[in-house]
Structures are given as structure tokens and as C-alpha cells.
Nanobody, 124 residues
Framework: QVQLVESGGGLVQAGGSLRLSCAAS????????ISWFRQAPGKERTFVAA????????NYGDSVKGRFILSRDNALNTAHLLMNSLKPEDTAVYYC?????????????????WGQGTQVTVSS
């Protein structure tokens, strides 16, 4: 079992940056892939980024490539999503998810554990 808690969301102006964190419970964090998805009102949950257990494989959604950076610290059981050059269309609730796998899946149905989400709002 893994419990995930997101933090770091908030209100930011377009062009600004935010750093989201995902803190995980459990002693086996290092064997879990960690991902971020987001969901805007009235829209489906979409893939943002995923990192495999070692950090050696990272996938990004097309809309965030070159702007967002996902990293993890297995010693601290945390993962961080640094979001730069934010745009109003990045506004959404951001969810952290985890799955026990050596890969970095990009689909929400691949993940077993989810956090409660953190709101990110980008003003124009």
C-alpha cells in the first residue's frame, strides 16, 4: 500500500513557475513509478509526466515538454514536478499517482494509487 499526498499548488501568473511535490508513505517507494496527471473542469484526466523507479526513464505529455521537469528522491520518498512558463491552459487539479513497476506508464488506468490532488490556477 502506498499513500500519496500532493502539495505546492496555488495561483500564479502566466509565465510563472510552481513546484508540486508528491510525498509517499511506505518503505518501497523506490520500486514505484510516479506520475502526474491533471484534470480541468469538464475535461478528462490527462497525462502530464511519469518517472520510473530509478529516475532513468521520464515521459512527458506533449503539451508540457520543455516546460515541466519531473524528478524524484527515493531517500525522501518524494517526487517533484517543476512547472515553468505556465500558461492559463495549465490550470487544473494535478494528481500524483503510483504503480509498482519498473516502467513509467502514461495512462491513468495503469496506476493503482492516487493522491487527492492539488489545484493549480494560472491567470492570464
Amino acid at each position: 500500500q502506498v499513500q500519496l499526498v500532493e502539495s505546492g499548488g496555488g495561483l500564479v501568473q502566466a509565465g510563472g513557475s510552481l513546484r508540486l511535490s508528491c510525498a509517499a508513505s511506505g518503505r518501497t517507494f523506490s520500486i514505484y513509478a510516479i506520475s502526474w496527471f491533471r484534470q480541468a473542469p469538464g475535461k478528462e484526466r490527462t497525462f502530464v509526466a511519469a518517472i520510473n523507479w530509478s529516475g532513468g526513464s521520464i515521459n512527458y505529455g506533449d503539451s508540457v515538454k520543455g516546460r515541466f521537469i519531473l524528478s524524484r528522491d527515493n531517500a525522501l520518498n518524494t517526487a517533484h514536478l517543476l512547472m515553468n512558463s505556465l500558461k492559463p491552459e495549465d490550470t487544473a487539479v494535478y494528481y500524483c499517482a503510483a504503480k509498482q513497476t519498473f516502467l513509467a506508464p502514461t495512462t491513468p488506468e495503469s496506476y493503482d494509487y492516487w493522491g487527492q490532488g492539488t489545484q493549480v490556477t494560472v491567470s492570464s
